[in-house]
């Protein structure tokens, strides 16, 4: 048994490294003057920290990517956190690994949409180190600043195609989840566009307890790795191509200090939703490897409000979910 | 019974507008260029919002304070929040009102510290319209980028004065609850020197469930009102003195840098820790109130460390909790 454990473990730690060498690969294709900075780390677990090991590589100053972070995480931890617990109550008593890979990249054009993608693979042990439950989780979504209907509308589209590869119901459960999940209550608007957001994938289905959606047919591991390759490879093909057409954009002060602002809403969804950074930091993950995600240079404004009718006002319109591949997208909102 | 409850409320009231007042009159005379703007508002309470009052006032791009605010609210709301009836069981039911004051200033020059403070009188209702149960709570604290000593020094001296006049042992349990509050975990730093910090301030004593501290004799609600008087008043004395002393000292690139990525720190904990802030999104409060905490620029880079030695690495060692009036301060960390 404990072979097949560290199989399943070892595929997805390599699938993640994989990602993370394509990911930083292409973006480096696209910036002229900075390159990836490597930052291995191990960590034997002392003090409360996740033990493990990983691999963080920041891009910083560049002409096209201000800010960039494409990191692995290799580890294992003695206990499941309990909000894991909640949705899983029959593992109480394990041990998890998990392998991820996590990428945000901030360019510094403001005609450059913001993006972030995830793809993890988790694995609950019970004390004989028997695998008592694996499952995966993953998504990737775009923050546009000056949005263009054809980039939403190309993003969503390489999405949809590598996740129709798989099973036709995971681009519209997927893309739904992802609305839902990238949302700032207090503001009453979407982080961005969307894309695909998914969790508690495994052979026999997704999602929580609650709204968990079973397969006819089971899908096996090696399928479930292969839909992970394949959305990673997706994020890639789905985000590049917008960098290209609007890296050169002109842009001024005014489209800057708008970016600066709309970063603020980044940093709020991070620190006060996103379960990822809420698990990482309680679990004793690697402070600077997680806080990667935030922007390198943020503003905020008392109560400021667009013009009317000005470009800036116009983002308010891609901030609620909407069916991007309808005639108007902002006809009505999707459910 | 019912006209008492209101008295309460209303002294509470008119005590954090006359703070609000004092306070406003005390940064401006400091600021020689920008002044308060007033946004007034009332709120009826629709769509899950609080139902009150309130006066938020903020003055930005001064060239002494880049960005502050001082706000009030006078709210009520139908149901007490979980975490709250986690302390307090027996209020489950209730309904609760709240008259407080909040004051946040980032001041522009990174040898000014930045600074924030708030008072707030809370009562909850038994659904007939009396009161089951009133305390307050608050305290003031200081986060300086460049720190001296003597200004630690004389902010804590201050505060201790004001505390002293009330209860002796105020201050030491007060600053000992500031350090834990104040702290951010996941970077094993407090955010600044501290201040005081106290909840659940009633007649008969203060502190959560497990750490009841007990009068002897019982203070009246009128004690309890004047020592929130001294508490804001010495918020005023202990924090003025520090800005007219730092507003003129030289400073260039470097300390604004320096300054800009210790405000992230800033952001980290009101939007990862802060109760206050949590209490206020989660109840319907006031969005860009309760965010306007929040510094008006910052930056975030990746595993930034400062030069061993130098003025940067200088403020770590105030980022313990420490007994300000000893000798040497640095030489143990305070229980």
Redesign the interface.
Known sequence: MTTSVSRSWDQAAALVMHLQETICTAVEQFEPVARFVV?DWTSEGAGGAIAGRGS?R?I?DGSVFE?G?VNTSIASGSRLPPSLLAQRPELEGCSFVVAGVSVVLHPQNPHVPTTHCNYRYFEARRPDGTVASWWMGGGADLTPYYPRLDDVRHFHATLREACDRHDASFYPAFKAWCDRYFYL???RETRGVGGIFYDYLDENGYGESENRVAFAQPHGLDAMLSFMHDAGRAFIDAYMPIVERRKDDAYGERERSFQ?LRR?RY??FN??YDRGT?FG?QSGGR??S???S??????????ARPVPGSPEAELQHYLQPRNWFATDPFAVVAE
């Open positions: 930052d963080t920041v910083a800010k972070g209550k207090h503001r600066l603020g940093v709020e620190l006060i809420h930091l402070t600077e997680i806080l990667m935030l922007p390198p240079l943020v503003r905020w404004e008392y109560a």
